[in-house]
Every structure is written in structure tokens, then in C-alpha cells.
């Protein structure tokens, strides 16, 4: 059985909460580029937040953000089309790199493309014929891992694509 890529880490992300229940991770994280990672043992971790009542709500809030967002990429895989997944994944990216305060129109994308369509749950070929179609709309510009984003208001429209028309797209 072949691995199934189940998310992209940025710095300041964090890893391995999978195992805060049975004490076993789930998957495994492979380093895509120079990486520097801080290890906390959950006993430290929870004697340290036992302490600092905020800080355990902080550590709260940011699982909550984990489980939303695995969450919202289930569905968007179960529900949508190839393009709108592909330009949810780059729109997501670019508001990631946004928060570290990196430029949010130029994704450097470490992962290959291979690991891009497992993410996506979709054929590599169609995640390279999706790539040059976004390059041909204008809304991007691509060579090899660095991608530009062109036309954010364009990769926008296209997050909501449903069945060639817009759709509107609430969180209930």
C-alpha cells in the first residue's frame, strides 16, 4: 500500500497531536526541506499548562484549529471538483504564509507534485494539466516549485467554483 499525504506543516505548526489520545501517532512527518522542530512531552506539556490556566486554553484553541481544519479538507475532498481543490489548497497556503508574515504571492512548494495530488486525492497528471489551466487563466505564474499568485481575487472565485457557476459557501 502506497502513503497517503495527509497535510503540509509551516513553521509554527504544530505536529503530532494525533497521539494526545492514545499516545501513539497515527502517521509519521517527513522533513521537506530544513527544518528545526521544538519536541514537548505531553507530561510536560500538561504540567506546564496545569499552571498557566491560559495557556492551556491557548494549547485548546489551537487543537480546535487542527481538528477544523482536517475537518474542512475532508470535505472539500468528499465534495468538490479537481480545480476548486487544487485552488482551495493554494488559497490556504497563501493565507498560511500570510500569517508568518511571508509574501502571499509567492509559494515555494517543497513537496513535489506527487505529494500534491495524494494530498488532493487526485491523479498527478491532473494536478499538472490543473496548473498549467490556473497559468492560463492568469491567475498564476508557475516554474517548477515556485508558484505565483497572479490574481488572488482569481484563485478566490475559483475555491468556489461548483459545477461551472459560484457558489456560496457558509460554516454553520
Not at 76 to 85: C, H, I, P, S, Y
Not at 153 to 166: I, P, T
Amino acid at each position: 500500500m502506497g502513503q497517503q499525504v495527509i497535510g503540509f506543516h509551516l513553521p509554527g505548526e504544530i505536529v503530532g497531536i494525533d497521539a494526545l489520545a492514545s499516545g501513539h501517532h497515527a502517521s509519521q512527518a517527513q522533513a521537506l526541506e530544513r527544518t528545526s522542530i521544538c519536541e514537548l512531552p505531553f507530561s510536560e506539556l500538561e504540567r506546564i499548562t496545569s499552571q498557566i490556566p491560559a495557556l492551556h486554553r491557548q494549547l485548546l484553541r489551537v487543537i480546535s484549529r487542527e481538528v477544523i481544519k482536517e475537518h474542512q479538507h475532508l470535505v472539500t475532498m468528499g465534495q468538490q471538483q479537481a480545480q476548486v481543490r487544487l485552488a482551495i489548497f493554494l488559497k490556504s497556503l497563501a493565507d498560511r504564509y500570510k500569517a508568518l508574515r511571508r509574501n502571499s504571492n509567492h509559494l515555494m512548494l517543497s513537496m513535489s507534485r506527487n505529494d500534491i495530488a495524494s494530498y488532493l486525492g487526485l491523479a498527478v497528471e491532473t494536478v499538472s494539466r490543473l496548473f498549467t489551466r490556473f497559468e492560463d487563466m492568469g491567475a498564476l505564474a508557475v516554474q517548477g516549485k515556485s508558484v505565483g499568485v497572479l490574481r488572488p481575487d482569481l484563485l478566490q472565485q475559483l475555491c468556489e467554483l461548483v459545477d461551472g457557476g459560484l457558489a456560496s459557501r457558509k460554516v454553520s
